[in-house]
């Protein structure tokens, strides 16, 4: 390559440049992509993994000790719905963590992404993008899983797939709002240790709610998983109410909201100084 | 580029002070300053990565705080720490961000190549970032600012940390897009790097420019012609006391604890007369005037942090 060529390649404006061909937030997205091109193999086989595992294991192997119905169906339809919000629960929440905190202080991949034409929303708005992409992936392999379990039972529950991308990024919006004010990832075990783990264990997905003593119900009622859980249960199981799902559905997109709201805000005060 | 008393502000601690700036199409402009003097705070601004709190700013004919996105779709970046992804190969850390600028996927791989060759990285195209040198790191995010054909080119201390080597090949590759006419903005520590890169410079200490001008202007305007520097190898010397004696000789002196710096238009001749006067220092060495001396004498010789 000689340089008379390269400084026709770089005097002066690039001409050929046009704004708008694809959206900016689809520009930030397209860096998770090039991410994920490296964990693909290991991300699906466990997308696979897990939900054969705990089916098997929770619904096929202790389940065949769970004789009389649980909330009227036997105890493995009972639980994979459950499991399906769970699992995206946890999805949402791993990926606004670790990779946030990752784009902000190890990799720095915000800030390379802020000295292009993107903008704080587009960096935000593309990584929640990017994470309903995984959430995506993730619940429509659970549900043709439990499909093969002979766990669906209506049509309905392709709209599982949906509720849990929402479920996700009701948790994952909020998240990111955190992970984008830590100084270190000391603070994500705390979000493990009292917000998944406990909502994995007691939102429903295990037992029905009504089990949990009184005081606890209206607790456990609160939080997004249940709602997530519940509105999944319904919707596979073919028994959905219109306004439980409303009411459902409303919490989800509210919390979804806020937490984008507080995540911009929070991106804003850390990125833009 | 336009700035009239730009002012950068966190908290109540002023990092720029009501600045006034201004860089032609195609010039090479240097901020030199000691660490915390307000270069990195003036860069961030002109990139348009940080808001101005006070005065205003032209990029472009562009206002930042309005037109942030079309500035920096124009403008190519080299922070002071790199963001590349370690994970990702040289080639992918130029396809990702060729794709922010929305640039299609053909003509990024087309300048990748050229870069790449520009940069002497060709041969580590599909390797990954992590394992590559400092030197290389910094190339890489080089040709990387390059990927959108920038009109304006920042730099924030591009050079640092970097063997000699690497440093000229970067300095041979600045030079080459300043004769294409990219306009240069650099921050640097090295007065060496400033005299070869920059056609003018300031040099800032606590937030303001503390003087302006083209590297021989400085050079005529805050220091002499010629350094003599007489030296003691006796610890006891009172540098301050043969500075009495013949401090008159200079223009300006300055006792160091083993040297006594005389800052004078003709060194040979001023230590002919020192001789005369009866100092015997065990060296001398006359020495042409740097920016060195000049930042030196502008910034002070006490660490700031």
């Given amino acids: 390559m000689t340089m008379t060529t390269r400084a026709g390649a770089l005097a002066g404006s690039d001409r050929a440049r046009r704004f708008g061909s694809s959206p900016p937030w689809v520009r930030s997205m397209r860096y998770w992509m090039y991410q994920y091109k490296r964990t693909w193999r290991g991300s699906i086989t466990t997308s696979f993994l897990y939900p054969v595992l705990y089916l098997t294991a929770l619904g096929l192997g202790f389940g065949s000790l769970v004789k009389t119905p649980v909330g009227g169906v036997r105890y493995l339809d009972f639980l994979a719905p459950g499991l399906l919000a769970s699992t995206a629960m946890q999805i949402g929440g791993n990926e606004a963590m670790y990779p946030v905190m990752a784009a902000i202080k190890w990799l720095r991949t915000y800030f390379a992404m802020l000295a292009t034409p993107l903008t704080v929303v587009d960096v935000l708005v593309g990584h929640l993008a990017w994470i309903a992409v995984r959430l995506l992936m993730v619940t429509s392999i659970y549900l043709a899983i439990m499909a093969a379990f002979g766990t669906v039972h209506s049509f309905l529950a392709i709209l599982a797939i949906p509720v849990g991308m929402l479920t996700g990024l009701a948790f994952a919006a909020p998240i990111a709002a955190f992970a984008a004010a830590q100084q270190n990832d000391t603070g994500f075990s705390a979000i493990y240790r009292f917000g998944l783990i406990p909502l994995f264990l007691f939102s429903g997905t295990f037992f029905p709610i009504t089990l949990l003593p009184g005081w606890l119900q209206p607790v456990a009622q609160a939080t997004p998983l249940y709602h997530g859980v519940a509105l999944c249960r319904s919707l596979v199981g073919g028994h959905v109410g219109l306004a439980g799902a409303a009411a459902h559905l409303g919490y989800l997109v509210g919390l979804t909201a806020l937490g984008f709201v507080l995540a911009l805000r929070s991106y804003r005060r850390r990125l833009v100084t | ?305």
């Fill in chain 2, 1 to 305: 580029m336009v700035a009239r008393r730009l002012t950068k502000r966190f908290g109540d601690f002023v990092a720029v002070d009501a600045i006034d700036l201004e860089i032609g199409r195609g010039e090479s402009y240097g901020l030199l300053g000691p660490n915390g003097a307000g270069k990195t705070s003036t860069m961030r601004m002109i990139a348009c990565m940080s808001p101005v709190s006070g005065g205003t700013l032209r990029v472009l004919g562009m206002d930042p705080a309005h037109d942030g996105s079309r500035i920096r779709s124009r403008i190519g970046i080299v922070p002071q720490e790199d963001t590349l992804d370690l994970e990702l190969t040289v080639l992918d850390n130029l396809m990702v961000y060729g794709r922010y600028f929305d640039l299609p996927r053909r003509v990024i791989r087309e300048r990748a190549e050229q870069l790449l060759d520009f940069t002497q990285l060709s041969d580590r195209a599909h390797d990954k970032v992590d394992p590559l040198s400092g030197g290389m790191k910094r190339r890489l995010t080089i040709a990387r600012s390059l990927i959108s054909n920038p009109e304006i080119l920042i730099l924030d201390e591009p050079t640092t940390g970097l063997d000699p080597q690497a440093r000229h090949l970067l300095w041979d590759r600045l030079y080459r897009l300043k004769q294409q006419g990219v306009t240069q903005v650099i921050t640097t520590h090295y007065m060496d790097e400033a005299e070869q890169l920059c056609d003018r410079l300031a040099v800032m200490d606590n937030g303001r420019f503390a003087a302006e001008g083209s590297p021989s202007e400085l050079i005529a305007q805050y220091s002499t012609r010629e350094v003599l520097e007489l030296r003691f190898r006796d610890p006891d010397t009172d540098t301050e006391a043969v500075a009495t004696a013949v401090g008159a000789l200079a223009e300006r002196f300055e006792a160091l604890p083993d040297r006594l710096l005389l800052y004078t238009d003709d060194g040979e001749a001023t230590l002919t007369e020192a001789h005369r006067l009866g100092v015997r220092p065990d060296s001398a060495l006359v020495r042409r005037s740097t920016l060195e001396d000049v930042f030196l004498r502008l910034t002070g010789r006490s660490l700031v942090d």
